[in-house]
Each structure stands twice: as structure tokens, then as C-alpha cells.
């Protein structure tokens, strides 16, 4: 039904249709309010505030201490029974017996007696008895190795004929550049062979003897005529006090016949070089450490001149 022409009749619905609208309107608008009210209060009892839990610290790691461990009894080992070892009486060593200098004249005697002992007890060998043999007579001796042997002590035939195994290594230890002749030359079975005089059997296995200066006195003279320099007259002198010369190098000049100041002092350039050719490594140690000089002034006995020279005697020699 169209309800306008009746509305449009009325006069009082206009007057009342603002009312109503404003009623309307209100009702809407409180209804709008309790809506969002409600829903807030539901919201705030559905979700209460909680508050955060505290934060608690871990506790600090508790250190465990070990249980101290249970001391452990040690028994020591009983010890071993020492016994005490017996005293051994001492055998003094025979002293070796002196060189027979008497029989051999000049230099021969005179080496034997300066240098042959020393030489031996040093090297620890048996000491020959006796007067000098020539040992230029065994094959593969020669002038230089004569020498060295002299001033070991060594000069007689039966001294190496009786040589034993650990007497020939004593020797070899000495001998330097000669190291080892002993057995390849045969110097014992040869020394054997002269020491008894079979000559015939000698030769027969190792030739016709060498020739050497007939009459000379000992293997000190030897070796000095086989060098060419004049031989010592007289009492050795003690070498050690010229400068220069050592226990060693005193050694192989009393193996050449070198043995006085004064044989020193009389050296000219023509017999140093000779005894130069002998001297191995101290060669030229005549000249440059002033031997003959030094032996001048000792063979006349002028010790304040040498000393203010040279400097104190013995201050250096015992090497």
C-alpha cells in the first residue's frame, strides 16, 4: 500500500518524524557503545596481563676435588753384600838395566845413554843390553828410520829378535811415515838371523849385506856419517833448553848423534841443511828459532846473555 499520499496528508507526522529519527539515531549510537565496551571488557578478562618470571642466575660450577690418593709405602731393595776386595801388594817394576855405554865409544854410547831409557820407558818396550848393533845392517833401516830408533832406544839386534806382538805395536805407534815396516820387512826374523851371526843364512834369504862405515862406533855414528855432519865429542848436553826443540824433536836429534851445544854451535849453512833433510815436519826449525846462536851461548856457559835473549831457561821446553 503507498503510504506517502497519507503521510503527505497528515501534518503531524512531520512534526514527529524528526523525534523519531533522533530516537533512533540515539538508540543506535548507545547500542554502538555497549558494544565496544562489552567486547573491550571481554578482551581484558581473556587475556590478563602476566608478569615476566624473574630471571634466576645459574649457580657458579661447584669444583670437585679428587681424593687426595692413599699414600704408598716404598721399600727400598735391601742392599747387596759389598765385600771389600783384598789389598794387592804393589810389585815395583825392575828398573830397566843400564846401557853398557862403556863398550861403545862416542856418539853410539852417548845416545844410548841420553835418549834410550827415556825413549823406552815411555813407549813401554824392553831396553836393549849391551852395545850398539849397526841396525843400518836390516833390510828396509835406513839412515832417517836408524834415527828414530836410536832415539827410542832402540840399537840392538837381540832387543828386536825378542820383539813380541804387542812390542812391535808399542814400536808402530812411533814410527810415523815408517808405520808397519816392521813386519812387512821382517826386522825380527832378520835381527833373529844377525843377532846369532848366521850371516851365510841371512844373506842367503835377504842378500848381500849393505856396506856400511867400517869401525863407526854405535848407531849414533852411523847415522852421522850417513848424513855427513860432524859427530858429538863429550857428555850429552840437555837439547831441551835451546828454545824450539820439545821432548820429540829432542828425540830425533839424539837418533841422528846430536846430543852437545857445541856440536850445535858449529853448524854451518852446509850442516843445517843436511840435518834438515832429516827433521820431517820441524824442518827449517833450525834457523828460524836460532839453534845455533842459542847453542853458542849454552856451550860457553854466557846463561844471563841467553836468558836476556831467549828468556828463562826451561820456560817453555817441557811440552
Known sequence: MNMWPFCASVPWFWSLLPLLLGFLTGWWIWARMSGSASASTD???AAPTVPAAPVVPAPD???VKAPDPEPVAFKAPDPEPVTAPEPVAAKAPAPA???DVSSGSGIGGIAAAAAGGAGLLAIGIPAAVGA???LLLIKGIGPKLNGVLNGLGITRFDQIANWTAGDVDKVDDHLGQ???RIGREEWIPQAKLLAAGNMPEWERIYGTVKKVAAGAAGAGAVAMLAIGIPGAVGAADD???IKGIGPKLNTLLVGLGITRFDQI???GAAEIDKVDDHLGT???RITRDSWVEQAGLLASGKIAEFEAKFGKLDSENQK
Open 265 to 267: 854451535a858449529a853448524w
Open 239 to 241: 837439547l831441551l833448553q
Open 43 to 45: 578482551l581484558a578478562y
Open 178 to 180: 815408517f808405520k808397519d
Open 282 to 284: 820441524f824442518k827449517n
Open 61 to 63: 660450577p661447584v669444583a
Open 132 to 134: 850398539a848393533d849397526d
Open 97 to 99: 838395566p843400564a846401557p
